[in-house]
Every structure is written in structure tokens, then in C-alpha cells.
């Protein structure tokens, strides 16, 4: 039998705290209850317990063994060893087995508790990337309607900049066209081509000028009193007799109706929010004063020839 430590005044089965005709199964969970209480009492630094858990040991391979145990239970009858009832002996193994107990209910909680505090840092976690994806997507649409705004403001501004661009040209032509006409308006009628060609080319510069979509009736309505004035005076080149001279005032008539009409629309076209000045037209009462006079010299009736021919001479006055 194998050499163990163990109480002399004791049984086996009372160290188990079974009793004689206990059950393998009985003696197996008995054993498995004090293994634990000592090492629960080794944790707790009891000497003691190195000891007492070796003869614990010893004495379950008695008692495990069926061999050995009937063995034991013939030498226990041979030495008429009587022991003392069950519940009076020591129970050794009742305290340790509770302080087990306690530890492992200490145990529980604080799992519980760190189980807890992990699931509390996981929801943490999706509620802060779930807030920076919505923040994330709005700063996306806000960005985007930003580009959208500058890009209008853009297009705003690029139309802005080429209705003044074009409003500047046509007033500049227009200029220059009301200059040729005085001069025009001073030559004899035999020296007219030099003015009229000039007047002409005005006219050519206007008809080619790109304006925009606001810009382009009052722009044609300029070509057209341009267009008037030009053949009006064509006539007048062309045809010395007095009979004639209708036509050119006509033409003349026309004309001016036409460059109203032009400087009337141009005025209004000026688009929304505008804040570069709206360059300044010349007024056709400045710009045309001796034309107002040729057309009166081009009313009147036939009269002596030494009348017509200064008015040949002297187209306008």
C-alpha cells in the first residue's frame, strides 16, 4: 500500500467524510470536494494543506482502487478499529469548500461587470463612427451645394462681364458712328464717298460684334438705322436733282426711328444684380444735331437753280 500521511485515530472513509458502504461515485465526489478545499487553503498560504493534501491523496488510491479498498476493509475488521460517528468527526473540509464558494460568487460579478463595461465600449464606439459618417456625408452636401453656388456665381459673373464687354463695344461704335456722321454732315455732296465709306465699315464692325442674347434686337436695330443712313446718303451722291432728295429724307427718317429704338432697348437690357456701371450712350438729340438740319434742308421745295446748287455744294447746311 502506498506510503501516506494521514490521522491514525481516523478511517479512510472518515477523511473522505463517507461512510464504509459508500458508493466509487460517493468516495470520487468526496475526494473532488476536499482536493479543491486544499487547494483553496494552499492559495491562502496554510502550510498545513501540502500535507494533508498528500495523504488526501494516498488515501484515494485506497479507496479508488476496488482491489485495495477491499484489502483495507479486511485489515480496518482484522484491527477492530471503531471510529467515532461521522458527525462528530472534524469537518476540515466544510470551511475551505465555502471560502471556494465565496471566491468563485466574487468571481461572477466582476465578470459581469468588465462583460458589461465591454459591451458599453463597443456601443460607444458605433454611436461615435455613426455620428462622424452622418457629419461626414452632411459636410459632403454642404460642400457640394458651395460649388454649386460659386459655380452660378461664376457663370453670373462671366455673363455679367461679357454683357459689359459688349454694352461697351456698341457704345464705342455707336460713338464713332455719330463722329463720321458729323463729318458727313459738313462735306459736299460730291466728296461724299470718303464719310460714306467710313460710315460703312462702322456698320460692318457692328454687324460682326458678338453681343449676348439681351443685346442682339437692340444690336440690329443699330445695323438698321446704320443701314438707313448709309443708303439715304447714297441716294443723295447719286441723284443731283431736287426731286430726289425725298428718298434721302426718308432714309434719314428711318434711321433715326430705328437708332431710338436701339438706344431705348440697350438701356433696358442691363441684367440683375449689376454692379459694374452700364456704359453711357450718347443721346441722339448731342449726337445728331446737324442731321436734324439736313433733313429740314431736304423739305424743301424745288427752287431757283442757283438754290439747288448751294445746297450741292453744302450738303447739310
Request: contains cysteine.
Amino acid at each position: 500500500m502506498t506510503n501516506t500521511v494521514w490521522p491514525m485515530n481516523k478511517s479512510l472513509y472518515q477523511i473522505f467524510g463517507v461512510p464504509k458502504n459508500a458508493t466509487s461515485s460517493a468516495i470520487d465526489e468526496a475526494y473532488g470536494r476536499l482536493r479543491a478545499a486544499y487547494f483553496a487553503r494552499q492559495q491562502q498560504g496554510d502550510t498545513n494543506a501540502t500535507n494533508e493534501l498528500i495523504g488526501l491523496t494516498g488515501a484515494y488510491e485506497i479507496l479508488g482502487n476496488s482491489e485495495k479498498r477491499t484489502a483495507y476493509d479486511e485489515q480496518l475488521a482484522a484491527r477492530q478499529f471503531q471510529p467515532r460517528p461521522i458527525e462528530t468527526a472534524r469537518p476540515i473540509a466544510k470551511t475551505p469548500l465555502r471560502t471556494a464558494t465565496a471566491s468563485a460568487s466574487k468571481v461572477a460579478p466582476a465578470k459581469k461587470g468588465i462583460n458589461f463595461l465591454l459591451m458599453l465600449l463597443v456601443i460607444v464606439v458605433i454611436a461615435v463612427v455613426t455620428v462622424a459618417a452622418v457629419r461626414w456625408k452632411s459636410s459632403q452636401k454642404e460642400q457640394a451645394q458651395i460649388e454649386k453656388q460659386r459655380h452660378t456665381e461664376e457663370q453670373k459673373n462671366e455673363q455679367k462681364k461679357e454683357y459689359h464687354k459688349a454694352m461697351s463695344s456698341l457704345a464705342e461704335i455707336y460713338v464713332r458712328w455719330n463722329d463720321a456722321l458729323r463729318l458727313a454732315d459738313s462735306t459736299a455732296r460730291i466728296a461724299l464717298s470718303g464719310p460714306v465709306g467710313s460710315l460703312q465699315g462702322i456698320k460692318r464692325e457692328a454687324e460682326s460684334l458678338a453681343v449676348p442674347v439681351c443685346l442682339v434686337e437692340p444690336k440690329t436695330k443699330m445695323v438698321a438705322g446704320m443701314d438707313k443712313f448709309v443708303n439715304g446718303l447714297m441716294h443723295f451722291m447719286a441723284y443731283s436733282s431736287d426731286k430726289l432728295d425725298y428718298v434721302a429724307r426718308e432714309r434719314f427718317e428711318e434711321g433715326m426711328t430705328q437708332f431710338a429704338e436701339y438706344e431705348k432697348d440697350a438701356t433696358a437690357c442691363n441684367p440683375k444684380n449689376s454692379v459694374a456701371p452700364q456704359p453711357r450712350l450718347v443721346k441722339r438729340s448731342a449726337a445728331l444735331p446737324s442731321c436734324r438740319h439736313a433733313l429740314r434742308t431736304a423739305q424743301l421745295g424745288a427752287g431757283p437753280r442757283s438754290t439747288a446748287s448751294t445746297r450741292a455744294t453744302r450738303v447739310f447746311g
